[in-house]
């Protein structure tokens, strides 16, 4: 159910679809303008593939209505700067994409297909259509332009992007449930596990230490046996953003590693600023001051926390982190809770 609603899609914005065109002949111009107003389209217009370009990551069109022949830069070489400009995009969402989900990878393949360009060219040029599609232009008009069919091919067009559009919000939501702990908002152990991995090889390339810290609520089960599992989850959330308030800082990670269980990747720290860091979490969680009684060391809720340090080399692997950072915590909770352990 919560899967449902959260990738249902919001209501596109209400804000009139934009077309940006690009024609060196001002009448030609004149004329679209007035074509596309009065379709309720907002018109950019510009008087060469130059100009194009240069507005195109301003005007952020729903659609580029190119001229072929143009000064300075022409149509052709203009539509394979634009899709340069649009895989330049694609490669960056790709190296921040997190998940390896098809997917998501199939989603993001469509992402560069959703500003449509559509080429004018002339009636009788058959070449400067062949080029256009050569060049990766998505339809085209000749001309002398004809308004029907101009109007309908960007209706359909436009209904065309606005279905990438649904896709990439669906594709956002999804990849949100994905990563994210629905109930503390926190990195959930799925992205902990890809952001560990990660951070284990760039660690190992760089040769610097990764630290990790495993905590855990004291006597969970007795807060929840006293006070209810609604109580549980609110008390959950409040560690949770407690830990997200002091530990997530620079490139460092909170995550909610398991039931009462939260964890802290930090790339580039040595043991000294893990336990400090461990020291603030502790600190701000007492400070929270949640009543627990069922606690047997401390009238408010506290966390033992187990620290651990590892430059990663390419023998050892991410879990012998998490081992040693478990057995410090072990350790925590054996000598009593409410304490920090490093490895
Ligand atoms: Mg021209």
Redesign the pocket.
Known sequence: MQLMSAISLSPLSSQPPVILVA???KS?RRLLRRIMEREGYGVVEVCDGQQCLDAYETVKPDIVLL????PVMDGFTCCKQLLQVARNNLLSALTNFNTDSALGNTVIAKLWERTPILMITNLDDEDSVNRAFDVGATDYVTKPIQLTVLRLRLRQLLKQAQVYKQLEAANQALQQLATVDSLTDLANRRRFDDYLHTQWINSAQEESPLSLILCDIDFFKFYNDQYGHPAGDICLQKVGHALKRHAQKNQDLVARYGGEEFAVIMPNTHIAGAVHVAQMIQAGVRDLRITHQGSAINQYVTLSLGVATMVPTWDSSPSDLIVKADQALYQAKAAGRDRIVSD
Not at 67 to 70: E, F, G, L, Y
């Open positions: 024609d060196d002949d030609v001229d072929a022949m143009m």
